[in-house]
């Protein structure tokens, strides 16, 4: 079948989208941009091609049809250990490379036993694995540097104080190597991968394909649906590096236009906060960009502010919303510029402020910005759609709705639960319509 | 997918026609002329471009010295960024206008010349225009460092959008009484009026070449940059030139080789040469960046970006309106030329101007460039591109960037925004079907 990729090479995370020629999104795909654009988009690509699967596979399971209750059972039972899979492969590729930097000279004096603690390391992490992709067991994050990174750091404290090692050198030839296993796209045949990931399951519980039909049969009859890539259209500050042709690219503007027309045809304004930038875009009926701000050369108030904030109180990004949300009586900060809201921080933090008020003023400062940019724009019309990383942010989308009710009145706000691929979803439609036109 | 990073090479040397040549060597002789003023007894006089009384100074054998143009040599020559930081150091604040910092900075480390040469001090200071207030804070603060006299000719603003007898005679009156006596005592030469009117006379002689040119772009393809090339072609006629027979013959070879690039049917040159196929015509509002000043130009020319009117090339006086320096009406033409130029303009007259260059000159739209550190220009603007955008119907965008302060140029943003702009364009030409 053809498939239309659309891709948003962000400053912190890289999307893809893959789209059939009925405008159905079929993948989605995310990885963290790295320092490497290129090997960001193949992932991320990688990643939404892997997703389109589990679509046809769900097609051809009927998940989600009466009769069929099993088939969604069997195939979450397949990520799972789909995603074993790829975690073991990327698990065997990082101690390789461990092994490698021992070879080098700083590790010469002491390369015995830190080879064998390495092999003890990696084999404690290859004994946990299958519960970390056990039914129900829940992952701060899916990105491979993030779990395999905070598993070998406990595991090599451990392994450190008991060999009577330095843990310093452990962890060294760890951040040695996590980054080019990193920058390294996951090879292999995916239906291959798919298939082991079928046997390991059904090894494991033969009752698994119970049910409806022949799931492996079914699952073996949607491999064989060729995902061809007929087009693609890459977005985001990292798309001029890449080897993409004037016509594939697509400034990220007319993309989370065009992506937040397709999410919500009725929206005529758009906010994205993005990991650089803020933009307000106005959009006509058709998804066309009608007119657009952004924020200048200073870039404070976007996603990577609250990454700045995060690191300054010792905390994961993630755990910012919620902690704001407790809030009953948000701090006022003032400040336009979010990084003197910073030095707020912490002068209030000093005063004995509490932690939760004061990011709820931050969230507000952010969103105060944000609103400045939107009425440069041409205002908020409804309905209003925001899209971008920070609208999975509860605090900051409690206070762009307070914001956008005093500023405009009712007007319907969207926010859609894959808001991060507007602009991926955008480039893939620009993609289908490349070759549609 | 690898990517690959080429050396990191010096740019090549910039493509020139042989008008932006003359006009590098015209540039030139007049900083030489400059910096030998006094070894030659000439008087000097500083003053600023819109409304500048070059030929009426030249009755009195001074040389014209315009800070602001210092300011742009000296960005384009990548200098400004260390006179702003200089200037910085010595009390001025960051958000104060570029062009001022960039030429307190300069003469605290010596004021050398674009040519190398230390500049002169001036002899006076004319005041003649007061569309931008900066300038009077400006004069202020060089008044105290040369300690020199400082002539105030009062323009009135056009706020009621027209010119009225009152406001010519009201400048008149002051070329007769203060700023014609001052210029005669200050210089020692006494002032003679057919003197003037010789110059005013060579003056609408290279104008009427000068608005020939900026025309020329209702051509399609059009054959000049009216914002890029614009620059070069504005610096005779807005500067030290006007009222000689040099700018006559700089208008004259410059319109003689825009017309063979009509008749070939050429686009305008760009630092990388001729540019390729035209695919949008923009009209701009507001200065260039002049730090970044190919790295801009190259942004527009590399997507098929051609400005066909700009707003910033009337700075100097708006003459594609008709006016013409009037050598039969000497002092009432040269109080209507400061009314005249844009920046004496209110809002309203600024919007008509934008709109009638979309309409005449068959643009794609609007593209601001917002100037961080001067309010002036940019008070308004967002107002004005709304009601342009609502009259034509074309798209318009918005870029903020700074004259000569390289610290407030973002080159990823400018470029961000411009490539969605041209798309937009493109999108909006498309409509909904084709919009890929």
Request: charged residues 25%; neutral net charge.
């Amino acid at each position: 079948m053809r498939t239309f990729v659309g891709i948003d090479l962000g400053s912190t995370t890289t999307k893809a989208v893959l789209m059939d020629d009925n405008k159905e999104v079929i993948g989605r795909g995310i990885t963290n941009s790295r320092s490497n654009y290129a090997t960001a988009a193949r992932v991320a690509s990688e990643e939404a091609r892997i997703d389109a699967r589990f679509t046809l596979f769900r097609r051809a399971l009927h998940v989600g049809e009466a009769g069929h209750e099993h088939s969604a059972e069997f195939l979450a039972a397949l990520e799972r250990n789909f995603r074993l899979i790829q975690f073991l492969e990327q698990l065997d590729d990082l101690e390789e490379t461990c092994h490698r930097q021992l070879e080098a000279d700083r590790f010469k004096s002491i390369a015995g036993p830190l080879q064998e603690a390495l092999h003890v390391i990696f084999a404690r992490l290859r004994q946990e694995a299958a519960s970390l992709y056990a039914p129900g067991a829940k992952r701060k994050s899916d990105f491979f540097r993030d779990i395999a990174g905070s598993r070998f750091h406990v595991h090599a404290e451990a392994v450190a104080r008991e060999m009577g090692i330095a843990l310093d050198m452990v962890l060294n030839a760890y951040d040695k190597s996590i980054i080019e296993v990193e920058n390294r796209p996951p090879g292999g045949d995916l239906s291959d991968k798919f298939r082991r990931a079928v046997a390991r399951m059904l090894a494991a519980d033969s009752h698994a394909a119970d049910g409806e039909g022949d799931f492996a049969a079914m699952i073996e009859s949607a491999l064989g649906i060729e995902l061809e890539e007929t087009y693609l259209v890459g977005t985001g500050y990292g798309r001029v590096t890449l080897p993409f042709s004037k016509e594939h690219i697509r400034s990220e503007i007319l993309c989370h236009g065009l992506g937040a027309h397709m999410m919500y045809p009725g929206t005529r304004t758009v906010l994205d906060i993005g990991g650089q930038d803020t933009k307000g875009i106005q959009i006509d009926g058709h998804g066309i960009v009608e007119n657009f701000q952004m924020n200048d050369r200073c870039a404070a108030g976007c996603g990577r502010y609250l990454g700045y904030i995060a690191d300054e109180m010792n905390m994961g990004l993630h755990e910012l919303g919620p902690l704001a949300m407790q809030s009953n009586r948000p701090a006022r900060i003032n400040s336009t510029c979010t990084v003197f809201a910073g030095a707020e921080l912490r002068d209030r933090l000093s005063l004995g402020e509490k932690r939760e008020d004061i990011l709820a003023g931050l969230h507000r400062a952010i969103i105060l910005r944000a609103i400045s940019i939107i009425s440069r724009s041409g205002g908020v019309t409804d309905q209003f759609t925001f899209t971008g990383g920070v609208a999975k942010n509860e605090a900051a989308v409690r206070e762009l709705r307070k914001l956008i009710q005093e500023n405009y009145g009712e007007v319907t706000i969207n926010i859609n639960p894959d808001s991060i691929y507007t602009g991926a979803l955008g480039a893939s439609e620009f993609a289908r319509r490349a070759v549609a036109a | 997918m690898t990517v690959i990073v080429g050396p990191k090479t010096k740019p090549p040397e910039a493509i020139k026609d042989a008008s932006m040549a003359r006009q590098k060597q015209m540039v030139n002789a007049h900083y030489d002329r400059l910096a030998s003023a006094k070894e030659r007894g000439e008087k000097v006089a500083a003053t600023f471009v819109p409304g500048n009384l070059n030929e009426l100074l030249m009755c009195f054998d001074m040389v014209n010295n315009l800070p602001e143009v210092n300011a742009i040599q000296n960005g384009l020559r990548r200098q400004s960024g260390g006179y702003v930081m200089e200037a910085e150091k010595l009390g001025h604040s960051e958000d104060v206008c570029t062009y001022v910092k960039s030429d307190i900075g300069m003469m605290a480390k010596g004021n050398i010349g674009p040519n190398g040469k230390p500049l002169p001090d001036p002899d006076v200071l004319l005041l003649s225009y007061t569309g931008c207030f900066t300038f009077m804070k400006w004069f202020e603060l060089l008044r105290r460092q040369y300690k020199c006299e400082t002539i105030m000719f009062q323009t009135p603003y056009l706020a009621d959008g027209r010119i009225t007898k009152d406001m010519i005679s009201y400048m008149v009156k002051q070329l007769r009484q203060d700023v014609i006596p001052k210029l005669e005592r200050i210089s020692g030469v006494k002032f003679d009026i057919d003197r003037l009117r010789e110059y005013l006379r060579k003056s609408a002689k290279a104008e009427d070449d000068h608005v020939w040119v900026l025309q020329s772009a209702k051509h399609k393809p059009s054959p000049i940059d009216a914002y890029f090339g614009g620059i070069y072609y504005i610096g005779p006629i807005f500067g030290a030139f006007r009222g000689t027979d040099d700018a006559i013959e700089y208008y004259k070879f410059l319109r003689a080789e825009v017309e063979g690039r009509i008749a070939q049917g050429k686009g305008p040159v760009t630092p990388d040469g001729d540019m390729g196929q035209e695919r949008y015509r923009l009209v701009v509002e507001g200065p260039p960046n002049y730090t970044n000043f190919r790295q801009f130009w190259k942004m527009f020319y590399d997507e098929g970006a051609v400005v066909v009117a700009s707003s910033y090339t009337k700075v100097g006086g708006t003459y594609d309106y008709g006016f013409r320096h009037d050598p039969d009406r000497p002092l009432e033409s040269l109080a209507e030329y400061c009314l005249n130029v844009y920046t004496n303009r209110n809002l309203p007259m600024r919007v008509d101007m934008l709109e009638n260059y979309i309409n005449e000159y068959q643009a794609d739209g609007l593209l601001i460039n917002s100037i961080k550190s001067c309010n002036s220009f940019s008070a308004g603007q967002l107002l004005m591109m709304r009601e342009v955008e609502k009259r034509t119907g074309k798209p318009a965008a918005f870029i903020e960037t700074d004259l000569v302060d390289p610290r407030y140029f973002s080159a990823a943003n400018v470029k961000n925004r411009l490539e969605s702009y041209f798309q937009m364009i493109e999108q909006k030409r498309a409509g909904f079907r084709g919009a890929a």
